[in-house]
């Protein structure tokens, strides 16, 4: 995965996924929670951002592994 994401490559890991599925946010390695995302997108200074909206809770076992944050 490239360090600098684009909503192109954003969208195409996306689009065979179920249109249901909960989106979290890894955060962290040292102490790997999950957050929420916030439902707006803000476009500014050539870039789009999605504000995190509060943590959900730890990340699963299995998510930490496959980050190789174990």
Same mark, same amino acid.
């Given at each position: !995965?490239?360090?600098?994401?684009?909503?192109?490559?954003?969208?195409?890991? /996306?689009?065979? /996924?179920? $249109?249901?599925?909960?989106?979290? /946010?890894?955060?962290?390695?040292?102490?790997? +929670?999950?957050?929420?995302?916030?439902?707006?997108?803000?476009?500014?200074?050539? !870039?789009? +951002?999605?504000?995190?909206?509060?943590?959900?809770?730890?990340?699963?076992? $299995?998510?930490?592994?496959? /980050?190789?944050?174990?």
């Amino acid at each position: !995965m490239p360090q600098h994401l684009t909503v192109g490559h954003l969208l195409r890991q /996306l689009q065979n /996924l179920d $249109s249901d599925l909960p989106i979290r /946010l890894a955060v962290n390695p040292d102490w790997p +929670f999950a957050h929420y995302l916030g439902t707006d997108v803000v476009v500014g200074d050539g !870039m789009a +951002f999605i504000a995190e909206d509060g943590q959900e809770g730890y990340l699963p076992a $299995s998510v930490r592994n496959a /980050l190789a944050w174990a």
